[in-house]
């Protein structure tokens, strides 16, 4: 810099002292002396060194303008080289292009994924400061919490600035249109302090309505504009839901809908306070907004020290664990997104390597070209920056064609992954544009960077001194050997993509072949809600009865039957029980999942009756209480014993003692990589709640009966809907869809990179094969056989391939111990998949060095000969 400021110096004293001469020879032709008119000259001029300085920020702006001016004009016509380059070699542009956009949408794609559920904020005001409140049972974490214990925790907890209770519901709408069962999110405590979010129309619950359960709603955003257009005319509108007449007072923003990641709620309303919710009941997530000052590790501090005064309650036995919100919702996303973000990563440095090698070979051809231009003059920092320019526009070119891919992967994923509960369909938005912007620039500074060295370390004599055109291609052996490397490593992350895929399919094999305790073929589901305004415990009865009778008699149906909740459809109900005549320590109450039951839901879904019998219709209304147990529960609390015949008190919904009738088998309800439920059954008619799931056991197509199944209801009665029909087998690999997802989405990738590897492997061998054709004929002249030739070219290409498998074997071994908590039955280090991965990949690249092989055993070595 000081050395540019003293060339500009005298630039601008001259201009300055030339200015001053000119005054002095005015004022002199003028009359005045010549020492006073340098006097006025200088007065009336001014500061000469502020002047100075001022002139010399002029010229360095300008000289600035000008290198400016300079640098655009060299990138314009880098550029427009660049492309008339690009279409003067059309296949090398094409292959090039596509293989980034392969790469770079995959990429864009799954970042999109990462990034709306990962790394954006929730749409929350200060979403960091909210928490979920769990229950603990034995050193278990995550279980909902009770009404009571809720207002519990809300007096007690000094923690918490306020906390708000969420469940949901189904409620049949009526009066607008057909009959529609929707989801009610329930609220409870003080959402508007929890969440602080603003109706967007009207106004939201008072505390008295949320303390008495008033017969207000709220719509949620979504259906407010599909249904009414975002019109302010449906505030003060009644909606008849379940028959029972709730007024609208306002619209709940969708930032809400975000606590439920599956069945989000499309009405909001009070939570109603009911009889059955009891201690034994737990049903209730519980959100809590910390209060000022509160960390969450001093929450979780204060919600122990909570948990161990409650217990001391005689009826409180549970404690307290506090997680924050952002791990509650995407806990169980995180693992599965990250191990499809490093899939796409090796992807993509595949996809670099592959493009890396067609930029050198296209920087080969093209050394005589830069040969010359050196000799004319080019410096080789010019020439370099145009091998740069080349490579950023192959780049950019990429980038704009990921566009359309990631469109397509994000179908793929949402096709694949429409019941997977953490997956979102990703959004091609201004921050993943940019995303795609800068990896595009960044991949093409890698795939570009060795060709530009290698330009500007070039020497001219030696590049003019390149004869042979055999040899321009190839740039010689020593340049063979660094693409057969590049393509080598290639070969090894294949390795690594390809065992991670066979793990995550053997997990999924794994998971399909567990015994679910039941027989999921050929039953049909359907949910339905039975309004408690018109329908009580009586009605409800009648009601069950005709309609088991009328679909009894649809054709290809041998079994009808009901339950609160299915096996494997991620609702549950669980709660305490009594023995009767056994006492238990605080916190050692039994547990159990609860469900409700008709008789013929064993023989529906073809669960084993172990001891005793199942229901009948002697279980009714006023009849003794009977329960059924699972053989879990069985063995748990009467080990070695036989349960029938024994007493418990069923804490939720009766406060009668229930007998034991019978034990029946295990089923698995969580999950299939979850150990069997115990359960405890009781009937339908005992326990009557308004909604339920109607399961049909079909000889045939279930599908082909739904159209029987809404008749039937609708002619029992017209204002009632169903929901979530579908058979069970739907539900049970509906209960696997994450873990398909990311075994479907991880073996596209792999697929894509075996391709990707291939390609570049059948390259190298090409090319090979060019630059000895000269060779191959003069051997085959002198006698050689094709057998020899096959031999030669295979034994180029083979220590290569045996490299690549080795190392990529043990990086595989490194690598899929991170998906270890994903795997199931199956080690990371599992000899099979590894062995068949490696024998997949060297299968596959001895066929892509074989064809060249082949070639060139094929040839004629007169025309071998003439080659040079």
């Known amino acids: 810099m000081a050395k540019r400021e003293e060339e500009q110096a005298p630039t601008a004293r001259e201009e300055v002292t030339f200015h001053l001469e000119m005054q002095i020879r005015a004022l002199t032709e003028a009359g005045w002396s010549e020492e006073a008119a340098r006097r006025e000259a200088a007065r009336r001029f001014g500061n000469v060194e502020g002047i100075e300085r001022a002139l010399l920020r002029v010229d360095r702006r300008r000289e600035r303008r000008q290198r400016w001016m300079r640098g655009l004009r060299d990138l314009r016509r880098d550029v427009a080289y660049a492309l008339r380059s690009l279409r003067k070699r059309p296949l090398f542009a094409l292959v090039s292009v596509l293989t980034l956009s392969l790469g770079l949408g995959a990429t864009s794609a799954v970042f999109a994924l990462v990034d709306g559920t990962l790394l954006r904020p929730l749409p929350l005001p200060e979403e960091d400061r909210l928490v979920y409140v769990r229950e603990t049972m034995r050193g278990e974490v995550g279980y909902p919490a009770s009404l009571p214990e809720f207002e519990d925790w809300t007096d007690q907890a000094s923690f918490v600035e306020a906390a708000t209770a969420l469940t949901t519901n189904a409620y049949t709408w009526t009066g607008e249109g057909a009959p529609e069962l929707v989801s009610a999110g329930l609220l409870a405590g003080d959402p508007a302090r929890t969440f602080r979010l603003r109706p967007l129309a009207g106004r939201a619950f008072t505390t008295e309505e949320l303390a008495t359960g008033a017969h207000v709603v709220m719509l949620s955003e979504t259906i407010w504009r599909e249904r009414y257009g975002g019109r302010s005319d449906v505030l003060g509108r009644s909606l008849m839901l379940s028959d029972e007449a709730y007024t609208v007072i306002g619209v709940m923003p969708r930032a809400l809908g975000t606590l439920r990641v599956r069945n989000v709620p499309q009405l909001w309303m009070p939570l109603p306070r009911l009889p059955m919710m009891t201690r034994g009941l737990h049903f209730l997530d519980v959100l809590a907004r910390l209060a000022p000052g509160v960390s969450l590790e001093q929450a ?39 191990i499809l973000l490093g899939a796409v990563l090796v992807v993509l440095c595949i996809v670099c390597a592959n493009v890396a090698n067609l930029v050198l070979a296209r920087s080969l051809e093209r050394t005589r070209e830069f040969g010359v231009r050196m000799a004319m003059g080019a410096g080789t920092s010019r020439l370099a920056r145009q091998v740069v320019t080349e490579s950023m526009v192959l780049g950019l070119l990429g980038g704009l064609g990921s566009l359309g891919v990631a469109v397509l992967v994000a179908r793929l994923i949402g096709g694949v992954s429409s019941t997977a509960s953490f997956l979102s369909p990703p959004a091609l938005d201004a921050r993943v544009l940019g995303f795609t912007l800068l990896a595009s ?71 399909l072949r567990q015994d679910t305790g039941f027989v999921a073929d050929r ?40 339950s609160s909740h299915l096996p494997l459809d991620r609702g549950d109900t669980n709660g305490g029980f009594e023995i009767i005549g056994r006492a238990f320590a605080p916190g050692e109450l039994p547990t159990a999942k609860k469900r409700i039951v008709s008789e013929d839901y ?30 879990a529960v069985a063995r748990r609390w009467w080990p070695g014993e036989n349960p029938v015949g024994r007493r418990i008190r069923f804490l939720w919904g009766s406060e009668l003692e229930q007998e034991v009738v019978g034990v029946v088998g295990d089923v698995k309800h969580d999950g299939l990589d979850e150990p069997m439920a115990g359960m405890i059954f009781v009937p339908t008619a005992q326990f ?52 398909r997802t990311t075994m479907i989405v991880f073996a596209a990738f792999a697929a894509l990179a075996l391709l990707l590897a291939t390609v570049g492997v059948y390259a190298i061998a090409a090319q090979a094969v060019t630059q000895r054709t000269h060779e191959i004929g003069l051997r085959m002249a002198i006698g050689a056989a094709r057998g020899d030739v096959l031999r030669l070219v295979l034994g180029q290409e083979l220590p290569v391939i ?67």
């Open 602 to 631: 064993f023989a529906a879904l073809g669960i084993p009756v172990l001891s005793g019998r199942v229901f009948s219709s002697a279980d009714r209304e006023g009849a003794p209480e009977v329960a059924i147990v699972s053989e």
């Open 523 to 562: 039953v049909l589901t359907a949910t339905m809600f039975l309004p408690p305004a018109r329908y009580d415990s009586t009605r409800r009865a009648v009601f069950l009865e005709g309609l088991v009778l009328r679909l009894q008699r649809l054709p290809g149906v041998e079994h009808v039957a009901y």
């Open 802 to 868: 045996a490299a690549s498998a080795t190392v990529g074997l043990l990086a595989a071994l490194a690598a899929t111990r991170v998906l270890r908590a994903s795997l199931f039955q199956v080690a990371p280090s599992d000899p099979l998949t590894l062995g068949l991965a490696v024998v997949l990949l060297v299968v596959v690249a001895l066929m892509a060095t074989w064809l060249p092989a082949r070639r060139a055993a094929r040839l004629d070595p007169l025309r071998a000969l003439r080659s040079e």
């Open 441 to 511: 620039m960044g991949v093409a500074l890698a795939f570009g960077l060795w060709p530009a060295l290698r330009v500007a370390r070039a020497d001219v004599a030696e590049t003019l001194r390149s004869t042979s055109e055999a040899r321009s291609l190839g740039g010689g052996l020593g340049a063979l050997k660094r693409r057969r490397m590049i393509a080598g490593a290639e070969l090894a992350l294949c390795v690594v993509l390809l065992a991670g895929a066979g793990l995550l399919v053997r997990t999924m094999v794994n998971l």
């Open 300 to 338: 979780r501090a204060q919600a122990a020290a909570l948990s161990e005064s409650l217990v001391q309650d005689p009826e409180t036995d549970h404690g307290l664990w506090v997680t924050s919100l952002r791990e509650e919702l995407t806990g169980s996303a995180r693992e599965p997104l990250l």
């Open 688 to 739: 009557a709640q308004p909604g339920f799931s109607v399961l049909l056991k079909t000889s045939r197509d279930p599908l082909q009966l739904v159209p029987s199944l809404r008749s039937e209801v609708l002619a029992l009665d017209a204002t009632l809907a169903l929901s979530s029909v579908r058979p069970m087998t739907q539900i049970v690999t509906g209960s696997v869809a994450p873990r």
